[in-house]
């Protein structure tokens, strides 16, 4: 028998990747002499860990995506795609949109696809980057005066006394004519050749299996929830993990191909991208 091989599998410490990669964390799924060591970083270390290679398997911001196509092919399932829905700009007042733009506002990083999707929403404005869970809090202290959500603080919000000012997938949706809206992504480096399809199927079996084996999937997410009950969870892992976690399908490769065209006609990223997908068994 061969020996085992290590891959790093790296991914945020949020209720929707914990779910996809249950089955591999648990050992649910014959991986032949492969070896998944998961590593979780918020999603703005992740994004700059990948623009050095240092994983072998990363999720990434499709933001960042951009950047690191040399070194990563993107994964055809794993992704986290919001219809009609997404990251939320978020404030302690009664904003208008139009306010945004003479605010300071609370983003996770500019390398997230919040951060790029916001920017083509409102152009230029004043930022400052905050550790995304700490975001929330941030605007009901009066820190800031705006915020962007992700992760479960896209359901929580309110319970702070705060309100929605701009739902960016609602927005990306009506400005395409209805496409969906990539935020992560999952991408595998290159460099491990012929072996890719193998260990992109693996993959796909482990968001298979949380998705047959929903309450099981579940009970290990929600010790990333950050404060989250059963229900709103649930609801979370349904947001970013379904059929186009499965399979971009035609509509997501869609949405992808449109962010990133406008994002270059706005300068917002150096170069057009041309998504190269990896093989799959």
């Not at 991986?31 to 970083?41: A, C, D, I, M, P």
């Not at 990563?72 to 007042?93: F, N, Q, T, W």
């Not at 230029?124 to 980057?129: Q, V």
């Not at 099981?216 to 990333?224: N, P, R, T, V």
Request: proline share 5%.
């Amino acid at each position: 028998m061969p020996p085992d091989r290590e891959l790093t599998l790296a991914h945020s410490p949020d209720p929707d990747d914990a779910f996809m990669h249950f089955a591999l964390a648990a050992g649910r799924i014959d991986t032949g002499e492969f070896r998944f060591k998961h590593v979780l970083e918020d999603i703005e270390s992740l994004n700059r860990r990948a623009l050095r290679g240092e994983y072998e398997i990363t999720a990434v911001s499709m933001h960042a995506y951009a950047y690191c196509l040399e070194q990563y092919a993107l994964l055809p399932h794993g992704a986290s795609i919001g219809d009609r829905y997404g990251p939320k700009v978020v404030a302690k007042e009664d904003f208008k949109i139009r306010d945004l733009k003479r605010s300071k506002i609370a983003i996770p990083g500019t390398m997230t696809t919040a951060y790029l999707v916001l920017r083509l929403a409102l152009g230029d404005f004043e930022h400052e980057n905050v550790a995304f869970d700490e975001i929330p809090q941030a605007v009901a202290e009066g820190r800031y005066k705006a915020g962007l959500l992700i992760h479960e603080g896209q359901l929580t919000f309110e319970s702070l006394g705060l309100t929605q000012v701009l739902d960016l997938g609602e927005w990306f949706a009506g400005v395409t004519g209805g496409l969906p809206l990539p935020l992560g992504v999952n991408a595998i480096r290159k460099d491990l050749g012929a072996d890719i399809p193998r260990i992109s199927g693996y993959l796909k079996r482990s968001i298979e299996y949380g998705l047959e084996h929903r309450d099981e999937a579940l009970a290990h997410a929600m010790q990333y929830g950050r404060g989250l009950d059963r229900a709103l969870a649930d609801k979370f892992v349904g947001m970013y993990v379904n059929d186009f976690t499965l399979a971009f399908g035609e509509r997501g490769e869609a949405g992808v191909r449109e962010l990133l065209t406008r994002a270059h006609a706005a300068n917002l990223i150096p170069e057009p991208v041309a998504i190269e997908f990896a093989k799959s068994e």
